[in-house]
């Protein structure tokens, strides 16, 4: 049985540096396809994340998350496995499993998110905003009741806190 909930029958094309720009928390996403796009398939985010920043440890009941690591060095956490994914890292997260991740260094870490089946993008969409420039959005505290607020209606639940980034060394 197919988990798409409707059907394309045309080409979707975005050229580059397309797609819906979105300030969520210290990240700035370009939304490349979504479950609307893609005929319900998958969601497509491109994410350009600050140094040390790291999301609330979460769950998604709906959907696999995937992350292709394009530039930057991350450790990340599915359950209780902890690993280091530098660029040209390839990261499988499976539903229903707690994960989180945190750019380690001084540099920014640039990603792709593949959710599936697709409208988990949602929450980025739904709980971000229009960017007021082109780089990251300032160091604000994030606002957790609005975050869980927004990930309980895409399925998905805060159940933990950020991670630390590693001790660095001299």
């Known amino acids: 049985m197919s988990s798409r909930t409707d059907t394309v029958d045309h080409a979707y094309f975005l050229a580059a540096g397309e797609g819906q720009p979105i300030w969520f928390?210290?990240?700035?996403?370009?939304?490349?396809?979504?479950?609307?796009t893609t005929g319900g398939a998958y969601g497509l985010v491109e994410s350009w994340i600050a140094p040390g920043f790291s999301p609330p440890l979460h769950v998604h009941h709906r959907e696999d998350e995937a992350f292709y690591v394009l530039e930057g060095e991350?450790?990340?956490r599915c359950g209780e496995r902890t690993f280091r994914a530098g660029a040209g890292a390839f990261v499988?997260?499976?539903?229903?499993?707690?994960?989180s991740f945190v750019v380690e260094g001084d540099t920014p870490a640039r990603m792709l998110t593949l959710l599936s089946p697709g409208g988990g993008e949602g929450v980025f969409i739904d709980g971000g905003r229009r960017p007021e420039?082109?780089?990251?959005?300032?160091a604000e505290p994030p606002?957790?009741?609005?975050?869980?607020?927004?990930?309980a209606s895409y399925g998905a639940d805060i159940v933990g806190p950020p991670m630390t980034p590693s001790p660095r060394q001299p």
Do not use: E
């Open 74 to 76: 991350l450790t990340m």
């Open 133 to 138: 420039h082109d780089g990251l959005p300032p």
């Open 92 to 99: 499988f997260l499976p539903r229903d499993v707690p994960h």
């Open 25 to 36: 928390l210290r990240n700035r996403m370009t939304v490349k396809a979504t479950a609307l």
């Open 143 to 151: 606002d957790i009741d609005a975050l869980r607020r927004v990930s």
